[in-house]
């Protein structure tokens, strides 16, 4: 996977940045817009300050005015993709008057996960490991962005212990169902190990339940 950096910083290629006026936010929100909509349709390969700039419908100087560069460029994209994916996620959780079953939940977010547009988020997951010194906030970013929901959809009753327990099982295991879903096309194995992560989601709150009576 070819990630360019290009012209490099701003510090090296001697541009200013914006000084983080209404305006010049706006322009930057309205770039990484841009830029995100390339990322979501195109993916992660060959993402460059030039194809940035292109998508962007500007130049690699101007880009460079607002961000640090075509890793941090890439970055911010990749987290307003998560974002988004994130709020779908919530409105899973939180559709209809009664609250999912963890199990429920993440039938209905799976869908979400594995769509074409969340595809460039698995091949960040990939990027992030081949590079890991170079897109460690890809990675790290990616907990800190995810947990605060996995932790929301939990009981309420729970201990924040136990909450934190099975948010961390939760989203382990699913990251690693979609970097086996994208990468060895094993459909049936893949539907077989969520079935399990489900069941032992019900097991898990029918457990508190049983302990309640």
Not at 18 to 26: Q, T
Request: aromatic residues 6%; proline residues 2%; charged residues 30%.
């Amino acid at each position: 996977m070819n990630i360019s950096a290009d012209e490099g910083s701003p510090e090296r290629a001697g541009y200013r940045r914006s000084a983080g006026s209404p305006r010049g936010e706006a322009r930057r929100r309205e770039l990484l817009d841009r830029v995100t909509e390339d990322l979501a349709a195109n993916g992660l390969v060959d993402f460059s300050l030039r194809r940035a700039a292109r998508a962007a419908g500007t130049t690699h100087k101007v880009l460079l005015y607002h961000f640090d560069g075509a890793d941090d460029l890439l970055v911010q994209a990749v987290l307003q993709l998560r974002g988004r994916r994130i709020a779908k996620a919530l409105a899973a959780a939180t559709e209809g008057e009664v609250r999912r079953s963890l199990g429920d939940w993440v039938r209905a977010i799976w869908p979400i996960l594995v769509g074409e547009e969340a595809r460039v988020l698995d091949q960040a997951i990939g990027l992030a490991m081949y590079d890991s010194e170079r897109y460690a906030a890809l990675g790290r970013e990616a907990s800190q962005q995810y947990l605060p929901t996995l932790l929301a959809v939990c009981p309420e009753h729970w201990s924040a212990r136990r909450k934190l327990e099975v948010a961390e099982m939760v989203l382990a295991t699913l990251r690693g169902f979609l970097v086996d879903a994208r990468t060895s096309g094993d459909a049936a194995g893949v539907a077989a190990g969520f079935e399990a992560l489900v069941r032992a989601l019900e097991r898990e709150e029918a457990s508190e339940e049983a302990a309640e009576e």
